[in-house]
Antibody
Framework: EVQLVESGGGLVQPGGSLRLSCAAS????????MNWVRQAPGKGLEWVSY????????WYADSVKGRFTISRDNAKSSLYLQMNSLRAEDTAVYYC???????????WGRGTLVTVSS | QSALTQPASVSGSPGQSITVSCTGT?????????VSWYQQHPGKAPKLMIY???NRPSGVSNRFSGSTSGNTASLTISGLQAEDEADYYC??????????FGTGTRVTVL
């Protein structure tokens, strides 16, 4: 069964940085594009970023463009999200999700909570 | 990047059918056949229920079905069951390389 396990969340001050990781297993990681999606407390889902299997293509939501960087290490079957210049409104559970084709996210991790507060 | 519009809540009795709508634009829902629907129970990760407008992943009940008309996508749950009580989100590819989610709908089984 496909597994995605996020880590790296925690409490960070406004303006600070954090790096999230997502460890993938039970599928050929390099063959799949991946996404980050977040959910603020009590709110809906918000797509954050996308990366192709070869890392040649990356997309970002306007709300994080210029502050967040998505990357991956196919040798380690790992996905990353480097988050800089964090703001209170970035507080959310961050999920990694596998892009299963046709712009669907067919598997999701359990998420990691990022709290931006002084 | 504005979200797709969904009703805040929809309810129905066990055994009934309900429909959740998802309204976008011709840059997303109306312009691509890449609409997906996700179910999310409280405190859990989302689960893919429908992709490419009307396709069900393996293991998803055939009580769930999807369709589109113009810029509006719809998710229908027939034979409503207690376990269907959850939040539902639509999603679409949006022209110019992005994904967009809907505002979310709380489905309540009366």
């Amino acid at each position: 069964e496909v597994q995605l396990v996020e880590s790296g969340g925690g409490l960070v001050q406004p303006g600070g940085s954090l790096r999230l990781s997502c460890a993938a297993s039970e599928f050929t990681f390099r063959s799949y594009s991946m996404n980050w999606v977040r959910q603020a407390p009590g709110k809906g889902l918000e797509w954050v970023s996308y990366i192709s299997g070869s890392s040649s293509t990356t997309w970002y939501a306007d709300s994080v463009k210029g502050r967040f960087t998505i990357s991956r290490d196919n040798a380690k079957s790992s996905l990353y999200l480097q988050m800089n210049s964090l703001r209170a409104e970035d507080t959310a559970v961050y999920y990694c999700g596998r892009a299963g084709g046709s712009y669907r996210i067919d598997y999701w991790g359990r998420g990691t909570l990022v709290t931006v507060s002084s | 990047q504005s979200a797709l519009t969904q009703p805040a809540s929809v309810s129905g009795s066990p055994g009934q059918s309900i429909t959740v709508s998802c309204t976008g634009t011709n840059s997303d829902v109306g312009g691509h056949n890449y609409v997906s629907w996700y179910q999310q129970h409280p405190g859990k990760a989302p689960k893919l229920m429908i992709y490419e407008v009307s396709n069900r992943p393996s293991g998803v009940s055939n009580r769930f079905s999807g369709s589109t008309s113009g810029n509006t996508a719809s998710l229908t749950i027939s034979g409503l069951q207690a376990e269907d009580e959850a939040d539902y989100y639509c999603s679409s590819y949006r022209t110019s390389n992005s994904y967009v989610f809907g505002t979310g709908t709380r489905v309540t089984v009366l």
